[in-house]
């Protein structure tokens, strides 16, 4: 079971109010275990960037202007996420909304909804009433976000992956983002990719096995929402 996990940063918060994609970070989950296979890139807006967006991640113009835009990274993006692993995201429709305006802009074909597995929505569920931004979610979980200053596509994918495991009964071992991990699909080696130190990139894991039951039930929800992702990419075909 193939999952990846996915967090955007971008210039606002409507990308039909001229606003854009600037960084996308991935990380792959295969039964619930980091492959250390990940897709990390930062994209030119081709537009300036507000101020109140450049004081959530720090990313300004004059180091986006030097990276490659959209559609030059388009289908490497496309390659990594595959045709039907789910996508867990941390408040889905936001992120969603921009990925495939952006795919619409190229005449690509749009990211199935269905696709989407939404940890907002789970913790909400679980802790009904409680915060469920990422930080407080951490804070509940006891998971370093402590280097978290500004927010960033990968290191927000590393905690989301943590997060999500405990919302599903707890971490496994050796869950950490491994700053030396390499897509070696992804377009353009380093390019575009802020190097971050050891320290401010492993997080401390707490072992945990998911029982088989917790697995085999997870698994049929998975694949439930594939076979509707592709069914509803067959109709609309």
Request: hydrophobic share 40%; charged share 30%.
């Amino acid at each position: 079971m193939r999952e990846i996990v996915l967090d955007t940063e971008t210039t606002g918060l409507d990308p039909y109010a001229d606003h854009r994609l600037v960084e996308i970070g991935c990380i792959e989950l295969v039964n619930h275990m980091p492959t250390g296979r990940q897709y990390h890139q930062y994209i030119n807006p081709e537009r300036p960037m507000p101020k109140e967006a450049f004081d959530v991640h720090g990313l300004g113009d004059d180091f986006l202007k030097d990276q490659p835009v959209f559609a030059e990274v388009a289908d490497d993006f496309l390659e990594f996420i595959g045709d039907d692993s789910v996508l867990v995201i941390h408040n889905a429709a936001f992120d969603m909304k921009f990925l495939n305006a952006e795919l619409e802009w190229l005449n690509k074909p749009r990211i199935a909804m269905e696709r989407a597995l939404d940890t907002v929505q789970m913790a909400r569920k679980k802790f009904p009433g409680s915060p469920v931004s990422l930080d407080a979610l951490c804070r509940r979980f006891k998971i370093d976000n402590s280097n978290r200053t500004l927010h960033g596509a990968l290191l927000d994918s590393d905690l989301l992956a943590q997060v999500y495991l405990e919302l599903l009964g707890g971490r496994q071992h050796g869950l950490s983002l491994d700053p030396n991990a390499q897509d070696a699909d992804s377009s353009g080696g380093n390019v575009g990719r802020r190097v971050l130190g050891p320290k401010s990139n492993r997080l401390e894991p707490r072992p945990h096995v998911i029982s088989e039951e917790e697995l085999a039930a997870h698994q049929a929800y998975i694949e439930s929402k594939v076979k509707d992702a592709i069914w509803l990419k067959k109709q609309e075909a």
